[in-house]
C-alpha cells in the first residue's frame, strides 16, 4: 500500500507528467514512436469505453476467457486499493518495482504526458512483452483523443451504457456530443458491441455509426429475462442462467450478459460459461463486506455494502436495488469535486433514513463533508457529517437490523477496502 502511494506521488510531482486532464493523441503517439511501436505488438485488442460499466464487462469477460484455459491482459482505471490493480499481465499483475522502471524509462523521454498517458504507456511496454491471447483495455473519460484510442486494428469495440458524464471536458455540454466523443471515432473494420441504452442514446449512437463498416452487434441481440426469481441471458441460439448470489443490480447483470455475447461470438462454450458465473464477484461494485476490520465495527444484525458508482444513471440504478431492500438503509457519502452531486443523491429520496457525509482521504480534489451536507439539506433528507468512514460507522452503528451504504466514490470504496 506504501509503496502504491508513493508511485502515485511521485507521478503527481513530477515535472514532466501534469495530473490535468488533456484530451491529444499527439504526445503519447510520439511517445509510441520513440519506443518503437510497442503498441503494434498487441494482437487481439479489445478496447471497452462509455460512461458506466466498463470495468464490470471487462471484468466478466477476462473470467470468461481465463476459464477458457486462455490468457489476456488487462488495462484498467482507476484502481482501487493499489496502483498494480492497472495492470493484469496474463497471471499476474505488474510488481511495484516493473511499474517504477517502466515510469523511468518514460520520463527519459522527456516529452510531457498526462498521468493518465503514462500509466497507458506502462501498460503498452509491458503487454507488449507478454504471448497473451487478448488484451482488454479501459477507455479513460472519453475515447475521440483518449490515450487507450492508439491501436490501429483492435478485434473488438465495447460500447458500455453511455450517459451524461465527463461533461466537465467538453465545450458543449450536451448528451450528442458526449455520444459523439466516445462513438464517433471508433475504428472500421472491427466488431462492435454496444450495451444497453436508454432509447434516445441508442439512436444517437447509431447515428454516429452510420458510416462505419465494422460489424455492429445492437443491444437486439440478446436480452436479460426474469423468470420465478432467476435471471437468464438469451439471444437466438443459447439461454444461460445467471446463477450468481454476487451480482445484485439490472444494470451489473446486462453488463454480465453483454460480457456473456462477446465471450459466445469468442468461441468460448456456453458450458464454461455457466460454470464460471457463480464465482464472479466485481470489487467496489454492489459489494457486501463479508468479513474485515469495518465489517467487525457494526452489530450482527448490520450489514454494509460498498458502490463507487457517482453518476446520475448509477444512482438511478442503485436506487432501484435498493428500493427492494425491506431493512432501513442508511448511506455514508462522500464524493468528487467534478461530478454532479445534486443529481446523485436526488435519486435516494425516500430510501435512506440518515446519510452521512464525509471527505475522501488522501484526496485534495474531493468535496468537503460541509458542502455535501448542504446539499443533502436542500433536498431535505435526514443528513450529518464526519471525519471518516470510522467517525460515520460511530454515528450510524446500532442494534437495529440496517444496510449501511457507502456511496458515490471509487476513490473512497478503495479507502475502505483498504482499511477493511
Same mark, same amino acid.
Given at each position: 500500500?506504501?509503496?502504491?502511494?508513493?508511485?502515485?506521488?511521485?507521478?503527481?510531482?513530477?515535472?514532466?507528467?501534469?495530473?490535468?486532464?488533456?484530451?491529444?493523441?499527439?504526445?503519447?503517439?510520439?511517445?509510441?514512436?520513440?519506443?518503437?511501436?510497442?503498441?503494434?505488438?498487441? %494482437?487481439?485488442? *479489445?478496447? !471497452?469505453?462509455?460512461?458506466?460499466?466498463?470495468? %464490470?464487462?471487462? !471484468?466478466?469477460?477476462?473470467?470468461?476467457?481465463?476459464?477458457?484455459?486462455?490468457?489476456?491482459?488487462?488495462?484498467?482505471?482507476?484502481?482501487?486499493?493499489?496502483?498494480?490493480?492497472?495492470?493484469?499481465?496474463?497471471?499476474?499483475?505488474?510488481?511495484?518495482?516493473?511499474?517504477?522502471?517502466?515510469?523511468?524509462?518514460?520520463?527519459?523521454?522527456?516529452?510531457?504526458?498526462?498521468?493518465?498517458?503514462?500509466?497507458?504507456?506502462?501498460?503498452?511496454?509491458?503487454?507488449?512483452?507478454?504471448? %497473451?491471447?487478448? +488484451?482488454?483495455?479501459?477507455?479513460?473519460?472519453?475515447?475521440?483523443?483518449?490515450?487507450?484510442?492508439? $491501436?490501429? !486494428?483492435?478485434?473488438?469495440?465495447?460500447?458500455?451504457?453511455?450517459?451524461?458524464? +465527463?461533461?466537465? !471536458?467538453?465545450?458543449?455540454? %450536451?448528451?450528442?456530443?458526449?455520444?459523439?466523443?466516445?462513438?464517433? $471515432?471508433?475504428?472500421?473494420?472491427?466488431?462492435?458491441?454496444?450495451?444497453?441504452?436508454?432509447?434516445?442514446?441508442?439512436?444517437?449512437?447509431?447515428?454516429?455509426?452510420?458510416?462505419?463498416?465494422?460489424?455492429?452487434?445492437?443491444?437486439?441481440?440478446?436480452?436479460?429475462?426474469?423468470?420465478?426469481?432467476?435471471?437468464?441471458?438469451?439471444?437466438?441460439?443459447?439461454?444461460?442462467?445467471?446463477?450468481?448470489?454476487?451480482?445484485?443490480?439490472?444494470?451489473?447483470?446486462?453488463?454480465?450478459? +453483454?460480457?456473456?455475447?462477446?465471450?459466445?461470438?469468442?468461441?468460448?462454450?456456453?458450458?464454461?460459461?455457466?460454470?464460471? *458465473?457463480?464465482?464472479?464477484?466485481?470489487?467496489?461494485? $454492489?459489494?457486501?463486506?463479508?468479513?474485515?476490520?469495518?465489517?467487525?465495527?457494526?452489530?450482527?444484525?448490520?450489514?454494509?455494502?460498498?458502490?463507487?458508482? +457517482?453518476?446520475?444513471?448509477?444512482?438511478?440504478?442503485?436506487?432501484?436495488?435498493?428500493?427492494?431492500?425491506?431493512?432501513?438503509?442508511?448511506?455514508?457519502?462522500?464524493?468528487?469535486?467534478?461530478?454532479?452531486?445534486?443529481?446523485?443523491?436526488?435519486?435516494?429520496?425516500?430510501?435512506?433514513?440518515?446519510? *452521512?457525509?464525509?471527505?475522501?482521504?488522501?484526496?485534495?480534489?474531493?468535496?468537503?463533508?460541509?458542502?455535501?451536507?448542504?446539499?443533502?439539506?436542500?433536498?431535505?433528507?435526514?443528513?450529518?457529517?464526519?471525519?471518516?468512514?470510522?467517525?460515520?460507522?460511530?454515528?450510524?452503528?446500532?442494534?437495529?437490523?440496517?444496510?449501511?451504504?457507502?456511496?458515490?466514490?471509487?476513490?473512497?470504496?478503495?479507502?475502505?477496502?483498504?482499511?477493511?
Amino acid at each position: 500500500m506504501l509503496q502504491s502511494i508513493s508511485l502515485y506521488k511521485q507521478l503527481a510531482n513530477h515535472k514532466l507528467f501534469n495530473k490535468t486532464i488533456n484530451f491529444d493523441l499527439k504526445r503519447i503517439k510520439l511517445v509510441l514512436k520513440k519506443l518503437s511501436h510497442p503498441e503494434r505488438k498487441l %494482437t487481439n485488442v *479489445i478496447n !471497452f469505453l462509455g460512461s458506466s460499466g466498463k470495468f %464490470t464487462t471487462l !471484468f466478466s469477460l477476462k473470467c470468461f476467457i481465463e476459464a477458457n484455459k486462455q490468457t489476456v491482459t488487462a488495462y484498467i482505471s482507476p484502481s482501487l486499493k493499489d496502483i498494480k490493480e492497472r495492470f493484469w499481465m496474463g497471471n499476474r499483475y505488474l510488481t511495484h518495482q516493473e511499474i517504477k522502471q517502466s515510469i523511468t524509462l518514460i520520463a527519459k523521454l522527456k516529452i510531457p504526458l498526462t498521468i493518465f498517458e503514462v500509466l497507458t504507456v506502462v501498460y503498452i511496454i509491458n503487454a507488449s512483452k507478454q504471448n %497473451t491471447d487478448y +488484451h482488454l483495455v479501459e477507455a479513460g473519460a472519453l475515447f475521440a483523443k483518449d490515450s487507450t484510442n492508439v $491501436f490501429d !486494428f483492435p478485434l473488438a469495440q465495447v460500447i458500455v451504457n453511455i450517459n451524461k458524464q +465527463h461533461l466537465n !471536458f467538453l465545450k458543449k455540454k %450536451t448528451l450528442n456530443e458526449v455520444v459523439y466523443q466516445k462513438v464517433g $471515432f471508433l475504428s472500421n473494420f472491427t466488431q462492435i458491441y454496444v450495451g444497453k441504452q436508454r432509447p434516445d442514446v441508442l439512436t444517437k449512437i447509431k447515428k454516429n455509426l452510420k458510416s462505419n463498416k465494422s460489424k455492429i452487434n445492437y443491444p437486439n441481440s440478446w436480452k436479460l429475462l426474469k423468470k420465478n426469481k432467476h435471471f437468464f441471458y438469451r439471444d437466438k441460439k443459447n439461454k444461460i442462467k445467471l446463477n450468481t448470489k454476487d451480482i445484485h443490480s439490472k444494470g451489473l447483470l446486462e453488463n454480465l450478459c +453483454h460480457a456473456i455475447k462477446i465471450a459466445l461470438d469468442l468461441k468460448i462454450d456456453k458450458k464454461v460459461i455457466e460454470r464460471t *458465473i457463480p464465482s464472479i464477484s466485481f470489487e467496489g461494485r $454492489f459489494q457486501y463486506l463479508k468479513k474485515g476490520k469495518i465489517k467487525d465495527k457494526l452489530y450482527k444484525n448490520e450489514q454494509i455494502m460498498l458502490d463507487g458508482a +457517482h453518476a446520475e444513471a448509477d444512482a438511478k440504478n442503485l436506487a432501484n436495488y435498493l428500493r427492494n431492500i425491506k431493512v432501513p438503509k442508511y448511506a455514508v457519502w462522500a464524493m468528487m469535486k467534478n461530478k454532479e452531486p445534486d443529481l446523485f443523491i436526488k435519486q435516494f429520496k425516500g430510501i435512506f433514513k440518515k446519510i *452521512i457525509t464525509i471527505p475522501i482521504e488522501n484526496e485534495q480534489n474531493c468535496m468537503s463533508s460541509k458542502d455535501l451536507k448542504s446539499i443533502c439539506k436542500r433536498n431535505r433528507f435526514n443528513v450529518d457529517e464526519a471525519n471518516n468512514i470510522n467517525d460515520a460507522i460511530k454515528k450510524i452503528s446500532s442494534p437495529e437490523k440496517k444496510l449501511v451504504n457507502c456511496i458515490g466514490s471509487l476513490y473512497n470504496v478503495g479507502n475502505i477496502l483498504n482499511k477493511n
